[in-house]
């Protein structure tokens, strides 16, 4: 090997080694999805959380702009990347509630509430 093509591979090498794991990473998968109601009432109030978090956090009916999630409607439920096990709770306009746990919502890109 010559001396131009030593020094080439040199920097080469020096170049993968410092990139290490950043350049090898991808981005966290995404977790959102689009929350269908195929109940027979509106959704009054729609709750995700991280199936590790003991609390519901706030109603995301609020992010939808339009009419009512009345049945047959679809909202889509943004979450960060990377938090794909998540529980889901629905309440009705008529107090029925819904739940399913453990969803992962990164494997998973429609849900239905019946």
Do not use: K
């Not at 109603?59 to 096990?85: A, K, N, W």
């Amino acid at each position: 090997m010559t001396r131009p093509t030593r020094h080439l591979a040199f920097r080469v090498v020096t170049a993968l080694i410092l990139a290490g794991p950043a350049a090898a990473q991808a981005p966290p998968p995404n977790a959102s999805f689009v929350l269908h109601n195929q109940g027979a009432a509106a959704f009054r109030e729609v709750y995700v959380s991280a199936s590790s978090d003991p609390n519901w956090g706030p109603d995301r009916t609020r992010e939808v702009s339009g009419p009512p999630l009345i049945p047959g409607r679809t909202m889509v439920v943004l979450l960060p990347g990377g938090q794909c096990i998540n529980d889901i709770r629905v309440i009705y306009a008529n107090g029925r509630p819904w739940e399913q746990r453990q969803v992962n919502t990164c494997a998973t890109r429609n849900v239905a509430a019946q």
